[in-house]
């Protein structure tokens, strides 16, 4: 599967700036290795302040804040699953007044259809 290229913020500013300043689409297309389209798609959200700092360092915040609240998620789910296997781990209490044998271990406990 083909992963697509990601340009930087600071980047598609440099090019829209280039564009602004007189330099064509196809040319920037060119010396970037870009397509025409993606060049527009840049200049009409710089226009909508898209690729402000600001607006920039609010996406970074909220990447970070759902990568926490994945963390934390994850955290949690691991707590309860060691929690869990602690208690599996726990020795089972051994009735002090029964006799054991070290070949044949504690004896079988009957149940109530063998009683009858």
Known sequence: ??????????????????????ETLRGLALRHDLSRNLIRVWIAKHEAGALDEDV?????????EARIA?????????TLEIEFLKGGLQPARAQKSVTMSVVAGPPVSRSAEDAR
């Open 1 to 22: 599967m083909a992963r697509y290229r990601t340009h930087s913020v600071a980047f598609k500013r440099q090019v829209v700036q280039a564009y602004l300043a007189g």
């Open 56 to 64: 920039q360092a609010a996406d970074l915040l909220q990447e970070y």
């Open 70 to 78: 994945m963390l934390e998620r994850l955290v949690g789910r691991q």
